[in-house]
């Protein structure tokens, strides 16, 4: 048995796949999440285990994260997030495999295809115009809190067709949620906003609408209704996977663009260019690490696997895989192609894209086209978080 930092190695796993990282706290400390987990392709073997985080491997590569998300049958998704049994919260349908996910997961669709996110195209560009409105004179503002947080906020609260009225109290329980460093700081928003579902699915029980929660309601899954506790649960992980997700991406592509004058202007001479710049910035600033757990004995390069092994994908070392892209922590937005896996790959890839790709289209169009030349702000110092979903937590901009 190996001992790093008085923590337990399992006997399968060999010293010389042992490095100690942990996704939390060591993604933060140099204030760059993505450099930290770039840094592991020159310090740290392709696939090693981490005593950290009650023990875990890390896989780092483009080719073995590819292979872990495509091979369902081996890397499962079903108790993936280790949870207290009193705390067990299931999210449907990322918490499932084969053939329960497809199911579910082509409910979602039904509001989250091409088609059904096209319609929201006119509500996203108003609320980027208002949103840029309520800064544009004062030269300056709190990207986060200004910005990067209300858009997917307000955008899911209309797919939901929810009161846009509770927008604040929304947004306090997003961020207590989504920022909270403990289960115990995140319970009590957690209860708060499943109060307010429960009665939204209450009123859509009693006058059905055409919204995403009344289908919900009339779909049925082995020929059964999905029940009030299912629907909610779906409801919750549209919560956690659809909010703090876009406000991240809008924050690295921001924080890099106020660093990189040159490509500011070259998107505001060439907006065209834009979704090809979001792929490219999707690459370089992936932030989700992404588990699953092991259900079948397996070899993934040097590492041999057992069932029960959590393994996390690191999707910005991906993405940063030199062995993938030149120059990886370079941006060019002139790449013939970049590979990421932002938004995953496999079954579980990211059933919002649709929806991410357009507020992300919309805010750089709009942004790019209003404010004029934008900056860092002078003295501004980069607050980071590690874990499943890191994030820039804030970003002071002047123009
Ligand atoms: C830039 C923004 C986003 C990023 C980077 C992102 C990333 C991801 C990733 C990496 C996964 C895979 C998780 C896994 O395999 O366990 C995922 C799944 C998912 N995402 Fe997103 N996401 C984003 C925005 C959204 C939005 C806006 C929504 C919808 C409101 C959404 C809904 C979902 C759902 C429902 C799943 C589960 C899919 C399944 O298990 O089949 N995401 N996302």
Redesign the pocket.
Known sequence: MTRVAAYRVPDHVPPALVHDFDYFADSAKSGDVQAAHAALHGTAPDIFYTPRNGGHWMATRMADVQTI?TTPEVFS?VG?VPMPSWMKISLP??D?DAPE?LRY?LL?LQF?APREIRKLEGQVHQLITELIDTVLDKRQCDFVAEVAVPL?VKT?MG?MHMDLARYAEFVRWANGILGATSTWQRMPHFFRMTRYLKSLIRARKREPKDDPISMLLAAEVNGARLGDKRVLEVCN??FL???D??T??MTFMTMHLASHPEQQQQLREAPEKIPAAIDEM?RRY???N??RRVIRETKLGDATLLPGDIVISS?AASGTDPRNVPNPMEVDFDRPKSPH????T????????H??RL??RIFLEEWLRRVPPFQIAPGWHPHARGGPVMALENLHLVW
């Open positions: 998300m998704s993936a349908p990322q499932m996910h997961r979602l989250l997917p899911f797919l992980l549209l996977a659809g909010l997700t876009v991240n991406a999707m992936s932030f989700p992404v588990p999707l896996v932002g938004f995953n496999g079954p579980h890839t990211c059933a919002g894209v929806l991410a507020e992300l």
